[in-house]
């Protein structure tokens, strides 16, 4: 009988402590969801062309994991930025593959295109057509953009220029995205910020360009945050 008794207290014992446990862990779930410890990681997807993609750098040095170490060293220690950067790429090759680079999923785009569009003189009226159909793609699936821009030179007249810069800041109003008026701001008159065909940035000129264009990523992030809600 003592045998059974003991038992019977060891096995009430054992019922006691996994209730407390279980009560324990209630509560601990319910405190890191409401404070955010455990909420699902962001994913961005950086839509862009070779600067975007890290031309002519080691794979750590280019734009997407800069960009990521900074986030999460800056608030958001979750965030995951994957790399849908493709060298050479236009708006109209950005639109073609809009659906294959969010393939596996994402939380908000960052699009980064129109420099090869004026490096080939592509009518600004076609690329704007292109951006539009981007942000129309991602409304789509409801997931929030940054659009960042480029700005023309006057090589092909100031017409062309105006076309082309007034479409990043307009198309940002008419679909409610984040607006980043220039992808390059500040470097430009910096040589010794890029690699030796003056025009993709280098290691450094990446970490200027990220400690620049981080804050305005943060916003994206908030912007999925406040979704979730």
């Not at 950086?46 to 900074?70: I, K, M, N, R």
């Not at 479409?167 to 008026?181: K, N, Q, S, T, V």
Request: proline share 6%; hydrophobic share 45%.
């Amino acid at each position: 009988m003592k045998g059974v008794l003991m038992n019977t207290q060891v096995l009430r014992g054992y019922g006691a402590h996994a209730w407390l446990r279980k009560a324990a862990l209630g509560l601990f779930t319910s405190l890191t969801l409401v404070s955010g410890v455990f909420a699902a990681p962001v994913t961005i997807v950086a839509l862009g062309d070779s600067l975007t993609h890290g031309y002519g750098l080691p794979v750590e040095d280019g734009f997407v994991p800069q960009l990521e170490a900074w986030l999460q060293d800056n608030g958001a220690p979750d965030v995951i930025v994957k790399n849908a950067g493709v060298s050479g790429d236009t708006t109209r090759g950005g639109v073609e593959r809009f659906e294959w680079s969010l393939a596996e999923g994402g939380d908000a785009v960052i699009v980064e295109l129109g420099g090869n569009d004026l490096l080939r003189g592509i009518d600004p009226a076609s690329s704007r057509v292109n951006l539009d159909g981007i942000l129309i793609k991602a409304a789509k699936q409801n997931l929030p953009v940054l659009l960042t821009g480029m700005q023309a030179p006057l090589n092909y007249g100031p017409e062309y220029k105006e076309a082309f810069d007034a479409m990043y800041p307009e198309l940002a109003e008419e679909h409610g995205a984040i607006y980043d008026p220039f992808f390059l701001e500040g470097m430009i008159d910096r040589p010794e910020l890029f690699q030796d065909d003056g025009i993709h940035p280098n290691k450094d000129g990446v970490a200027v360009l990220v400690s620049r264009f981080g804050p305005i990523a943060l916003q994206l992030i908030e912007r999925v945050e406040a979704s979730r809600e």
